[in-house]
């Protein structure tokens, strides 16, 4: 266990280049099918290890899926919900969902599910007593911690959620009780931007932070 003491001081520079490393992190869709470095996942779980947990119970379980019948299993169910999703547009929203991207799974060369053990003994339930879902929410802290470290290494991460999380649970074979969180596609992407792909599609903007800042 390290000791307490001065951490690092961060400096302007820093505080410029964490600015831009969180307006610069996207949704990635489109992957260079270029191989990651050996050890790139093993070293963005334990960067995202970092991540806050209720009661330190650090809940989250990254399952890499590397077998491609797995792999084929969790498409399938990805292409069977993204026909519902398109199923519930009217208009002219179904044509514009019809032409989004919605998942990388076609290049990306890793691809992992998140999942939160609800229960989980480490931590002895602090936190949780009233609120069980705070596992979930810290295995969510995990995911964007290595989001944001891995597109600060130039690599893109997708989150795929247009899924049935108890097919993923059975395709991937896990516990029946574990919180599924997400899908993800991990690669080289294939362009940057400043701006959610959704919104250059012309599918949805972001709005004014204040407008989201209530006061009581
Ligand atoms: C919980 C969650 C689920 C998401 N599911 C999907 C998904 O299934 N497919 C997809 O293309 N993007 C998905 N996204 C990405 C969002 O569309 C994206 O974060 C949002 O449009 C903002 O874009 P940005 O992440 O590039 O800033 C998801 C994001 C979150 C946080």
Redesign the pocket.
């Given at each position: 266990m390290s000791a307490a003491r001065a951490g690092p001081l961060f400096d302007d520079a820093f505080r410029e280049n964490l600015g831009d490393l969180l307006r610069w992190?996207?949704?990635v869709?489109r992957f260079r099918p270029d191989p990651l470095p050996p050890g790139t996942l093993e070293r963005l779980v334990a960067t995202a290890s970092l991540a806050p947990s209720v009661g330190l119970c650090e809940p989250w379980r990254f399952v890499e899926v590397a077998d491609a019948k797995r792999r084929v299993a969790v498409r399938a169910s990805f292409e069977r919900e993204n026909r519902a999703a398109l199923g519930q547009q009217a208009g002219e929203r179904a044509a514009l969902y019809a032409g989004l991207?919605?998942?990388g799974f076609d290049a990306a060369p890793v691809q992992f599910a998140v999942f939160a053990e609800p229960d989980p003994e480490q931590g002895h339930g602090l936190g949780r007593r009233t609120m069980v879902e705070t596992a979930a929410y810290s295995a969510v802290m995990a995911v964007h911690t290595l989001w944001l470290a891995a597109r600060a290494d130039g690599i893109g991460l997708?989150?795929?959620?247009?899924l049935d999380p108890a097919e993923i649970g059975q395709a991937l074979d896990v516990p029946k009780h574990w919180t599924f969180i997400?899908y993800f596609c991990l690669g080289y992407p294939v362009a940057s931007a400043d701006t959610?792909?959704?919104e250059r599609a012309g599918w949805?903007h972001r709005r004014p932070a204040a407008e989201r800042l209530i006061r009581r």
């Open positions: 992190r996207r949704d869709r991207k919605l998942a997708g989150w795929v959620s247009i997400g959610p792909e959704l949805e």
